[in-house]
């Protein structure tokens, strides 16, 4: 102690001999702009708000996390949904009528076939129009028997209820070319809740076709097209499927979820930005309620234009729709 | 706040425009969740770039302000680009 510098003895003693800070204290300095924080509160110091970035993704990671844990995940998140494979055909159908279209009708045929295709990403966990052993959704129209002359698939995870995921999918220009394709005569759907990657989810899959039964003269094969968004095939095929195995009904799933109901990882998410939000907005009004009645000179009041893009991030929040569609 | 708005009336018009339009593209892209992150990257560099240069035009740019601004851009953008994922 004695070699140090005088200098470097006098920090020394004052940083021994200072008494740690109240907890009243601390947290007036959080939050009430003195001279003891340069006279903003120190929530809003961009130290302070790089920590916020850090609490940020260190609750994003935590809910993604909660896969691992079934036991403890399970008594927090939970998944509901009204999904029918009723409701997506009636709504379909609405959106069909409404601009001159034939309605689609049920083909069991495609029906087995979507099942079996939501059965397949729930078992080899993937969301995708190509599962990763490399089948298509035509592997499955055919797998289930459906002979087509031309065939299409949307998919969608996710959605609380039918109406929104039948607005998203109208919101997609290559699904909306699905649902109101006139090739199209008939359709299967089915609704599947499972665990997709560690969270409950439902899925829809929903196959479109149109029969190869009405074919009399031999066609030209037209080149299989496949679209970014939305998987859709035309296909010349041979086979002809009798009309009464055709006309088969509907494939309709128990919704086993609909009861465990609690908080989806969306919800968590939200809830946890929204809390850091509040936070900070409410340091930001209080900050500037302090320095506008000490007349702290500012040229340039920087709390309104983070308290505008604060307002921004929370109605975005809030309005966040849950949903994908492939 | 409202003395502070009437004095940078400009800036602050500039700023509501571009949130007005943030939230409109954000919401018409809808279901397209790339179309949503990109919007959300632009207005946070946007906001980035406001608060620099209405620092400059007063001249009160700091490095305090400077890394204020940095610090709440990137806040935004985490808030923005996880709920997009």
């Not at chain 2, 425009?17 to 990257?41: C, D, E, K, M, T």
Request: with cysteine; proline share 4%; hydrophobic share 50%.
């Amino acid at each position: 102690m004695n070699d140090m510098p005088r200098r470097r003895q006098r920090r020394y003693k004052s940083a021994k001999t200072s008494k740690p800070l109240g907890l009243s204290k601390t947290v007036a300095r959080l939050f009430h702009p003195s001279s003891h924080n340069y006279h903003r509160s120190k929530l809003l110091h961009p130290e302070s708000i790089l920590y916020f970035c850090l609490i940020v993704l260190a609750s994003f990671a935590l809910v993604r996390a909660l896969r691992f844990f079934p036991g403890f995940g399970d008594a927090i998140l939970g998944y509901a949904s009204n999904i029918t494979a009723e409701d997506v055909l009636a709504q379909v159908n609405q959106q069909r009528t409404a601009q001159g279209l034939p309605s689609l009708v049920i083909n069991g045929k495609l029906s087995q076939a979507a099942l079996a295709k939501g059965q397949d990403m729930f078992a080899d966990q993937y969301w995708s129009h190509t599962a990763p052993d490399g089948a298509g959704p035509w592997d499955f129209i055919k797998g289930a028997g459906y002979a087509y002359r031309a065939a299409g698939e949307n998919l969608a995870r996710d959605f609380m209820n039918t109406g929104e995921m039948v607005s998203a999918w109208m919101a997609s220009p290559t699904h909306r070319e699905n649902i109101l394709n006139d090739r199209f005569s008939e359709v299967g759907v089915a609704v599947i809740n499972g665990k997709l990657q560690g969270f409950e989810t439902t899925l829809v899959v929903q196959m479109f076709g149109s029969p190869a039964a009405v074919a009399v003269a031999p066609q030209q094969p037209v080149a299989p097209r496949i679209l970014d968004n939305s998987a859709q095939q035309t296909v010349s095929v041979t086979e002809v499927e009798p009309e009464a195995q055709v006309l088969a009904g509907t494939v309709l799933l128990p919704n086993p979820l609909q009861n465990s109901v609690l908080l989806t990882p969306l919800h968590l998410t939200k809830a946890f930005f929204l809390a850091v939000i509040l936070l900070i907005v409410a340091t930001l009004i209080y900050d500037g309620f302090v320095s506008r009645n000490r007349k702290v000179l500012t040229a340039f009041n920087k709390n309104l234009g983070h308290l505008l893009v604060f307002g921004a991030v929370t109605f975005v929040l809030i309005f966040f729709r849950s949903g994908l569609i492939q | 706040m409202l003395i502070k708005f009437t004095q940078h009336k400009f800036a602050y018009g500039v700023l509501l425009l571009a949130i007005g339009a943030f939230l409109f593209y954000f919401y018409a892209v809808w279901p397209n969740r790339i179309a949503q992150r990109l919007a959300s990257v632009i207005f946070v560099v946007f906001y980035f770039l406001w608060g620099i240069i209405t620092h400059w035009r007063a001249h009160q740019l700091n490095k305090k302000i400077f890394t204020e601004y940095f610090a709440i851009s990137l806040l935004v953008s985490l808030l923005l680009l996880l709920v997009t994922l």
